[in-house]
């Protein structure tokens, strides 16, 4: 038993700083030019909603300025999501309803936080119901390319 308990903590702890170094990667992947439009829409939103997880967890551990860096990531990356998804004319729906996700999920952690921290959170919020509308807008315009 207690060699089954030491290993799942080895294990564990093995697998802790492959999470950063994925999200290290993922963010190399979409600054890379030879990615295309398409891809970079669906790795700007697997990198928005892994920094929502830090956030949460950065601001329940007490690490803000941690935490206020992952909130700043999810709306950057958000942002450059919906870019590549109207530049590509795919995913729009899939990245609106993951925006909206990440949204509520903010708001969660906002109603959670003492009233100085809670800004940048609010305003991350705001941008990202920008995203929303911007690719609403798109989808439902009249225009077809």
């Not at 994925?22 to 990615?35: G, I, N, Y």
């Not at 995913?91 to 708001?107: C, F, N, P, Y």
Request: hydrophobic share 40%; glycine share 2%; aromatic share 6%.
């Amino acid at each position: 038993m207690r060699t089954s308990f030491l290993l799942f903590l080895l294990l564990t702890a093995s697998l802790a700083p492959c999470a950063e170094e994925s999200l290290d990667a993922l963010k190399a992947h979409f600054d890379r030019a030879s990615t295309s439009t398409e891809d970079r829409a669906q790795i700007g939103i697997r990198i928005a909603q892994m920094q929502v997880r830090n956030a949460d967890h950065f601001y329940t551990e007490g690490h803000t300025d941690e935490a206020r860096a992952a909130v700043e990531d999810v709306a950057s990356y958000s942002e450059k999501a919906r870019d590549a998804s109207i530049q590509s004319r795919k995913h729009e729906k899939t990245i609106e309803i993951d925006v909206r996700k990440m949204a509520d999920r903010l708001r969660d952690i906002k109603r959670t936080l003492a009233f100085e921290d809670q800004a940048p959170v609010d305003k991350a919020i705001r941008r990202l119901e920008d995203v929303r509308t911007t690719l609403l807008n798109e989808m439902f315009s009249k225009k077809k390319n």
